[in-house]
């Protein structure tokens, strides 16, 4: 404001052409910056060398027993011949998105433990965040089609092989692919487009959105009104459809006039609602309704469960609950001894 206000007080031609080359320079000086930040870093979980050396220990083994977790099952729903029923074939495409969700977390925040801290690009902080909303988006679609398939399987059982034919299983799941991959690429592609002035010191263990939202100097309020409206399809309307099929099916099972009935019912459901209510329970408390007064530490906690444990909790829920998975292990480990 002072060097405009000196332009506009020059009384010839020498001093408006002095003030106006200041009010220049001053402006690439301010615009070089604005735009000096280019990386930004990661703090991670702070705190002496020993915890920080048990916590990474704890996450690679976290970490191989949720890839090798996955790949069975994986594995074993494209071997076994019991395996080949819709509800399985969803599971194994839920194994695929844990496995793409831990592999984008766990190897950074393990660099981050062990150097106390890391470095990160702003397109290596965009492709993390951008591979991280594909695999939490593909999540949510994936629960709600598995749903569906309990709500079809119990509510109406006669019509259960018309309904859900191996066509339309593979349609839902290459359309629910297709639309994750095209609408995670949104936040990746508006938030360099911001300006980040500094500081660059992102107090999480991932280059998470709102971290990066409080970070900027520029106007969010767009990116926050598209946050907002993907929260919608991605979020919102996904958890009521299993809310509603949910109902439904209890409603049926509580029909069941047999003890034996009911429970045979309720335990063919049962591992996918305890997965929906860990996932939407840690997804919601952090984005949709995070507590005020949340301090930073509760709130990667909650983050450590949706991005680590989740995905080490579902096969073992889906295998330890399953007599299908079980047999087909068993079976397997016997066809490799013969």
């Known amino acids: 404001m002072y060097l405009l206000y000196m332009v506009s007080e020059c009384s010839n031609e020498l001093d408006y052409a002095y003030w106006k080359s200041e009010i220049s320079i001053f402006a690439r000086y301010s ?18 060398k020993f915890l920080r050396v048990f916590l990474f220990f704890l996450f690679l083994v976290i970490y ?34 844990d496995i793409l969700l831990t592999t984008d977390i766990v190897p950074n925040l393990l660099h981050i433990l062990l150097r106390n801290g890391k470095k990160i690009t702003l397109i290596g902080c965009m492709t993390q965040l951008y591979f991280f909303c594909v695999a939490e988006s593909s999540e949510c679609f994936l629960l709600t089609l ?11 059982p006669l019509r259960y092989t018309t309904i859900m034919t191996s066509a339309l299983c593979r349609k839902c ?17 508006t938030i360099p487009m911001f300006t980040f002035c500094g500081p660059n010191i992102i107090d999480h ?13 520029s106007d969010t309020l767009i990116l926050q009104i598209e946050v907002f409206v993907l929260v919608v399809p991605l979020v919102i309307t996904p958890s009521i459809i299993i809310v509603i099929s949910y109902a439904k099916i209890i409603a049926d099972i509580l029909k069941i006039p047999s003890t034996t009935g009911r429970q045979k019912a ?25 507590k005020k007064g949340e301090t ?17 909790i579902n096969p073992i829920i889906y295998s330890l609950r399953n007599k299908d998975i079980r047999k087909a292990v068993q079976e397997t480990i016997h066809k490799r001894m013969l």
């Open 173 to 189: 799941i290459v359309i629910c692919w297709l639309v994750v991959f095209t609408i995670s690429l949104t936040d990746s592609v």
């Open 64 to 97: 191989c027993g949720t890839i090798c977790g996955n790949l069975l099952i994986i594995t074993l729903v494209s071997t076994s011949k019991i395996l080949h029923t819709p509800m399985y074939f969803f599971i194994s495409q839920l194994s695929f998105s």
């Open 296 to 312: 930073l530490t509760i709130s990667k906690v909650i983050s450590l469960l949706y991005t680590v444990f989740t995905p080490l």
């Open 266 to 290: 309720f335990s063919t459901c049962s591992s996918h609602l305890i997965v929906v209510s860990i996932f939407y329970w840690t997804i919601f408390s952090v984005y949709v309704f995070p």
């Open 31 to 48: 615009e070089n910056n604005l735009t000096a930040v280019k990386e930004f870093f990661l703090l991670g979980f702070q705190g002496s």
């Open 146 to 156: 598995m749903s569906y398939d309990r709500f079809v399987a119990i509510c109406n």
């Open 205 to 217: 263990f991932f280059c998470d959105l709102i971290p990066l939202i409080e970070l900027s100097c």
